[in-house]
């Protein structure tokens, strides 16, 4: 069953599917702010691939950047987004898969989606969406320096983390944030 055809239960700390795999925790807020404030530095035009929680969005809007384009895929959250967007002036928000919607072109880009089947495609489709200069990064479910998509020009940035248990990744206490240079 493709992720946007399961039914989600949000909870105050997480967002889990219907057969109780965590989707998103709480935990994640310190790689998501740092991500923010990474994607943001231009302060220009954002695009978030994947709302959540909205926590890397609160962090976005934060940074009062010019635009937040958010690309969501689940029904489910996508209501959630709705009701989060209403009173920002600079969202805007596309239904659908990342890699078959029309977008522009950004200067920070950020992905963290669940259960996707086309990160094979992300490399082409940032080098496509991505300003000169732009700044990109991706969740890393890797314990290590991993450079999943062969990007030219990449570094990282450790994050002390404190996980809960959960069943999308065994990180322990350390997030290697990849830092993409387009």
């Known amino acids: 069953m493709a992720f946007k ?5 949000f909870e105050d700390d997480k967002i889990v599917t219907d057969d109780f795999t965590e989707v998103m925790m709480r935990w994640e807020a310190p790689i998501m702010e740092k991500s923010a404030k990474y994607i943001c530095e231009s302060k220009g035009d954002i695009l978030e691939i994947g709302f959540g929680m909205g926590i890397c969005s609160d962090y976005i809007q934060a940074q009062s950047v010019k635009s937040h384009t958010i690309v969501e895929i689940h029904p489910q959250i996508i ?3 709705n ?6 002036d600079n969202v805007t928000i596309v239904e659908g898969d990342w890699s078959s919607v029309e977008l522009g072109a ?5 992905l963290d989606t ?4 086309n990160l094979s ?3 082409d489709f940032i080098l496509s969406q991505a300003k000169d200069s732009a700044k990109v990064t991706y969740w890393n479910n890797y314990e290590k320096e991993d450079n999943m998509h062969s990007f030219d020009s990449i570094s990282f940035e450790s994050i002390n983390i404190s996980p809960e248990v959960n069943l999308y990744t065994d990180i322990k206490d350390t997030y290697y944030m990849p830092k993409v240079r387009i």
């Open 5 to 9: 055809d399961t039914i989600l239960t």
């Open 121 to 123: 495609k992300f490399k």
């Open 106 to 110: 950004y200067d920070g880009i950020f």
């Open 79 to 81: 209501e959630k987004l």
């Open 83 to 88: 009701k989060w967007a209403e009173d920002k």
């Open 114 to 117: 669940f259960g996707d089947e």
